[in-house]
């Protein structure tokens, strides 16, 4: 038996709730929630299992949530045009915030704007380089500092620019199209939760390899690591 796992989420965390909260307004939500998940700040949203729902939806298909039935009131070419369009403004918002602003709004014990979070993204942007920009796109949490980070770090613009809008493209025409290619498929909408689920594991499985590594070097080195704090990585 299939348990629903998506019901144990915040509202704002489970992708299908969250459109069906939007109700007629779900493009203009869903764009909102990519704008945000991008750059500005808020990096605890369900970006890539929210993109791949809104391409099943696309398809014709209908998701069933707690209350009733979601049915999608917008159609692919409007997901592939406006997803990288949000996606790109967001970057690049997130990018002017920590050239202009810095990161001095990052605490310690903050509960979303963690110094951790932004200590990683930054480890994350020197280990890769700018093509970092691109990569970060598929990994929560850092998808939304890396542009903070760049900015930051006073990347050149142009640069970052240019890859902020291959990246942006990637994704959010790459997951929105998978999702509506496999909506159309019953087997699918029937394991549209443990997919999600799967989403989310997949999306976080860098940061966890991440973490152990250090954990790992840490211990050989003899100093203390914290454990992993649950929920505070989602897609």
Not at 30 to 44: K, M, Q, R, T, Y
């Given at each position: 038996?299939?348990?629903?796992?998506?019901?144990?989420?915040?509202?704002?965390?489970?992708?299908?709730?969250?459109?069906?909260?939007?109700?007629?307004?779900?493009?203009?939500g869903?764009?909102?929630?990519?704008?945000?998940?991008?750059?500005?700040?808020?990096?605890?949203l369900?970006?890539?299992?929210?993109?791949?729902?809104?391409?099943?939806?696309?398809?014709?298909?209908?998701?069933?949530?707690?209350?009733?039935?979601?049915?999608?009131?917008?159609e692919?070419?409007?997901?592939?045009?406006?997803?990288?369009?949000?996606?790109?403004?967001?970057?690049?918002?997130?990018?002017?915030?920590?050239?202009?602003v810095?990161?001095?709004?990052?605490?310690?014990?903050?509960?979303?704007?963690?110094?951790?979070?932004?200590?990683?993204?930054?480890?994350?942007?020197?280990?890769?380089?700018?093509?970092a920009?691109?990569i970060?796109?598929?990994?929560?949490?850092?998808?939304?500092?890396?542009?903070?980070?760049?900015?930051a770090?006073?990347?050149?613009?142009?640069?970052?620019t240019?890859?902020?809008?291959?990246?942006?493209?990637?994704?959010?025409?790459?997951?929105?199209?998978?999702?509506?290619?496999?909506?159309?498929?019953?087997?699918?909408?029937?394991?549209?939760?443990?997919?999600?689920?799967?989403?989310?594991?997949?999306?976080?499985?860098?940061?966890?390899?991440?973490?152990?590594?250090?954990?790992?070097?840490?211990?050989?080195?003899?100093i203390?690591?914290?454990?992993?704090?649950?929920?505070?990585?989602t897609?």
């Open positions: 038996m299939v348990v629903d796992t998506l019901a144990l989420m915040p509202d704002f965390l489970d992708p299908i709730n969250l459109l069906s909260y939007f109700g007629t307004w779900a493009l203009i869903l764009l909102v929630v990519v704008f945000v998940e991008s750059g500005v700040l808020f990096p605890v369900p970006g890539d299992s929210l993109l791949f729902v809104a391409g099943m939806l696309a398809a014709g298909t209908a998701a069933a949530a707690q209350d009733g039935t979601v049915q999608a009131n917008f692919l070419w409007q997901l592939v045009v406006f997803i990288p369009i949000a996606a790109v403004l967001g970057g690049q918002v997130g990018y002017w915030i920590g050239r202009n810095g990161t001095a709004m990052f605490k310690p014990n903050a509960r979303f704007l963690k110094q951790r979070y932004l200590d990683e993204a930054h480890l994350f942007f020197e280990q890769r380089g700018p093509f920009i691109v970060a796109r598929f990994v929560p949490i850092v998808r939304t500092l890396a542009p903070i980070t760049a900015g770090a006073k990347m050149n613009y142009g640069v970052f240019l890859y902020n809008a291959v990246g942006a493209a990637v994704w959010g025409i790459g997951l929105t199209v998978l999702g509506y290619w496999l909506g159309r498929f019953e087997i699918i909408q029937k394991l549209l939760e443990p997919i999600v689920i799967g989403i989310v594991v997949l999306s976080v499985l860098p940061m966890a390899i991440e973490w152990y590594k250090r954990r790992k070097a840490a211990k050989q080195a003899g203390p690591t914290p454990p992993m704090e649950s929920g505070e990585q897609a």
